[in-house]
């Protein structure tokens, strides 16, 4: 209860606002894997291993976060050719998630577990899981759509070590998306067991 | 402009009149496009409930007027169709629990008061703001514009569930009407979120010097939890919401299994579980009556400190009730459900929960009463509304209890009892805080103010009718009459209850009757109402230093520096009976809860009651002169 606490300028209200929006995309997919959770209590629930695809995915997405924290370092050191390098590294990488999604979801069709399965009542589980990566990958196509704008900013020379903003809210980002995934990676391989 | 010179960079000076009536990013200017636009919502919510009474009232009766306002396909000859009905009944719902007392009232008092009260020249991200107010003015659109498709609203009940939200097949009401809805709930939430972070930001973040979490008035508290209650639930009725359109429009089974439908014979849905969806929209919708009740409970605490003349009593306490509230309000939406079959081990524990909640909401009551008890009360038209949100909230909070009982709720669920309780908690209670604080800031707000004589009319037959409404509810209700029913004229066995159905509509409609004469009050006082002070409560929050012409930046000069918490009136150690923020002590040390001692020295002033100790032995001391 001192005087003269100054709040202001701690962290950039953008920074922070955005650290409020993770806040609300976690509780979104706690609310999905929850459900998850009680719908599979409840039986009638045809469990399955996830395709190995989906182990690629995670790999790639977490090669994908390296690339962003070597793009942010160099940043910080003025290292424009290693900004560039970083930020089209992860951009293909996160392309290549995409790809490996769509991929896993056609080796869940080869095997009979669609988005929409008429009379297989305990097939929900893959409707599910589509369900649940689909909303995921939406958030991960819009970080895709952010770090083009951060890549063009760069490549007009408005982010450096004095202007790191940008970067530094997609580098939060990407990280928050990546390791979303990891999560629910974790979380569908391992529903099964229990 | 020249008064506004201390903006900082990022603010916009050239205004036009787009930018400033309309695309506006000042926060004070949004506070009343959500007002009006929440008002606008109000009268159509109440207009409707007003009609669906007349039929309960006069069922097979023709009213001309319903035929007149909703067309010769939906009341032909003035008796409203059934169908109609629940469609009216569902729209009544959604305006009222998510456009008036959300939107309307967090909308409206967030962006007034938490710049202002915080001390802040604007929020955290004006522009953000400002697409808040237009995702919630749009989303306003899309579901009105719900009345004039060919298959009417949504008809499944404010609550959706499915498989008549879920099946657009199921019933007119779950076509496009349904579509519709669900479309206005996503822009919603998009709004909701938009301007819940901004107000967590700005709380958080944009405070000036001296402002510490522990001197903010009441009001920016109870704003700020109801953003976080928001922030956290909004997002899971959304990923509801996502698997609800999945179903409707892929036909996935996340909540449909085994239907048949009269039209279209036996669908290929399996597997689902509706209740589910009740799970994952109740986890939003019981945190949502505390994001409706809270702004409400906060700006009452204001308003009856203010007007009692002395500091809130308990403000420690207040405000860990209000953390409490906002805790427990996550762990307890499965009181919703105790009939959908859930184990009774669950149920217990939802139980319990429940019952918890009345500690804190009983800590506020009291501390409400308390703040209240020996207080020098000015009754102005924003006290009498406080005062009447502490009787609501004590009514209807009791038969909370009756309803947290899993075995009670066996009988009394989907009941009147459920009606008459969350009409009077939640729907009269919040009411009544919106309209305190409507009276209380509109000087802020337009610079006049307010009729009072108007204002005491309004209050008394809104609070007279508000109770003549819902209180036999509750008696309908242990007597087991069901809510949502269209007519009661097969049911023999409730015709007891058809007289009280007429008081209750003949009361809905003095209570709108009584909404009128706010309306004229509110509209003309904006123009001819007599000129407000700078402070015409006499009030210590920070929004009574800025000047009565509002400006953009909100202070001329500094923002003012706050050293003192927003409760110190009739200080025994000050001359003035109130004391705002921003005045720095002049020499005297004089720390909140050391006024017992300072008691002794003036014997003749009321006592500030610092705590219930203070209180009792004031109470049993001899009169002095």
């Not at chain 1, 080796?107 to 577990?113: C, N, P």
């Not at chain 2, 009609?51 to 007149?68: H, N, V």
């Amino acid at each position: 209860m001192t005087e003269a606490i100054n709040y202001t300028g701690r962290v950039h209200p953008k920074k922070f606002s955005m650290w409020l929006l993770l806040l609300g995309i976690l509780m979104l997919f706690a609310g999905l894997t929850s459900a998850y959770i009680v719908r599979r209590g409840d039986g009638n629930w045809f469990d399955f291993q996830m395709p190995t695809m989906f182990l690629y995915s995670t790999i790639i997405v977490l090669l994908s976060s390296i690339s962003m924290i070597y793009a942010y370092r160099s940043v910080k050191k003025d290292n424009k050719a290693g900004v560039k390098l970083g930020l089209i590294n992860t951009i293909i990488l996160a392309v290549g998630f995409v790809i490996s999604q769509y991929l896993g979801w056609q080796i869940m069709q080869g095997d009979g577990l669609y988005f929409v399965n008429p009379k297989y009542g305990d097939k929900v589980s893959a409707s599910f899981l589509i369900a649940i990566a689909s909303i995921h990958l939406v958030h991960i196509l819009a970080g895709i759509i952010f770090l083009i704008v951060v890549l063009v900013k760069t490549f007009n020379n408005k982010i450096d070590s004095n202007n790191t903003l940008s970067i530094d809210m997609c580098n939060t980002y990407w990280h928050f998306v990546g390791l979303l995934w990891v999560y629910l990676y974790f979380f569908l391989y391992f529903a099964p067991d229990f | 402009m020249s008064t506004a010179t201390a903006h900082t960079e990022d603010h916009h000076h050239e205004e036009t009149f787009i930018s400033k009536y309309i695309f506006s990013m000042d926060h004070k200017m949004i506070s009343k496009q959500f007002l009006i636009t929440g008002i606008i919502m109000g009268v159509i919510g109440m207009a409707m409930s007003i009609a669906f009474r007349l039929q309960l009232a006069y069922p097979d009766t023709g009213f001309p007027i319903l035929e007149w306002l909703f067309g010769s396909k939906w009341a032909p000859d003035g008796v409203l169709d059934a169908g109609y009905y629940m469609a009216l009944v569902t729209m009544h719902g959604t305006i009222m629990v998510f456009y008036v007392l959300t939107a309307g009232l967090s909308g409206t008092f967030a962006n007034l008061l938490l710049p202002l009260q915080c001390g802040a020249r604007d929020m955290a991200s004006p522009f953000m703001n400002m697409l808040s107010y237009w995702f919630f003015f749009l989303s306003s659109v899309v579901l009105l514009s719900s009345l004039f498709v060919e298959t009417g609203p949504a008809s499944g009940g404010w609550t959706i569930y499915p498989p008549l939200s879920a099946l657009p097949k199921a019933m007119p009401g779950s076509g496009m009407g349904m579509t519709l809805w669900l479309v206005a709930i996503v822009l919603f939430i998009a709004s909701s979120l938009l301007g819940g972070i901004n107000y967590i930001s700005t709380v958080l973040n944009m405070r000036t010097k001296g402002m510490s979490m522990t001197r903010l008035p009441l009001t920016v508290w109870a704003l700020f939890l109801t953003a976080v209650l928001g922030l956290l639930s909004f997002p899971v009725l959304l990923g509801g919401g996502l698997l609800l359109l999945f179903d409707r429009g892929f036909g996935t089974s996340f909540y449909l299994s085994d239907i048949y439908l009269g039209s279209a014979g036996a669908l290929e849905h399996t597997g689902g579980s509706p209740v589910l969806f009740q799970h994952l929209f109740w986890f939003l919708g019981h945190p949502e009556v505390y994001i409706i009740i809270m702004p409400a409970l906060g700006i009452t605490s204001e308003v009856i400190a203010v007007n009692s003349r002395k500091p809130i009593f308990g403000y420690t306490a207040m405000v860990i009730s209000l953390l409490g509230i906002a805790f427990l309000s996550f762990i307890v939406w499965g009181h919703h459900m105790f009939i959908t079959g859930m184990n009774p081990l669950l149920g217990a524990v939802f139980l319990v929960t429940t019952l918890i909640i009345a500690v804190p909401s009983a800590v506020k009551t009291f501390n409400y009463l308390a703040t209240l008890w020996r207080g020098n009360i000015r009754f102005t038209n924003a006290m009498m509304f406080a005062i009447g949100l502490v009787s609501f909230f004590i009514s209807g909070g009791l038969t909370g209890i009756f309803l947290g009982n899993a075995t009670l709720d066996i009988q009394l669920h989907d009941t009147y009892f459920v009606v008459g309780h969350f009409h009077i908690v939640m729907g009269c209670a919040a009411i009544f805080g919106m309209l305190a604080g409507v009276y209380h800031w509109f000087p802020k707000q337009f610079g006049r103010m307010l009729n009072k004589p108007l204002g005491y009319i309004h209050f008394w037959l809104t609070f007279i009718s508000a109770y003549l409404v819902f209180f036999p509810m509750h008696f309908m209700g242990l007597a087991g009459v069901p809510r949502r029913y269209y007519a009661f004229t097969l049911l023999p066995e409730y015709g007891v209850w058809f007289d009280v159905n007429v008081v209750m509509t003949m009361a809905a409609i003095l209570g709108g009757i009584a909404q009128l004469i706010f309306l004229y009050n509110f509209f003309s006082s904006m123009f001819i109402g007599k000129k407000a002070t700078q402070n015409p409560w006499e009030a210590n929050t920070l929004e009574w230093t800025t000047p009565v012409e509002r400006i953009h930046g909100n202070w001329p000069g500094e923002i003012p520096t706050v050293h003192r918490w927003a409760y110190d009136y009739s200080n025994p150690a000050y001359e003035s009976d109130f004391m705002p923020q921003n005045i720095p002590d002049a020499g005297s040390k004089i720390e909140l809860f050391e006024t017992k001692q300072s008691l002794e020295d003036t014997k003749q002033k009321k006592a500030p009651n610092a705590s219930f100790f203070t209180l009792v032995k004031n109470w049993f001391k001899p009169k002095t002169a």
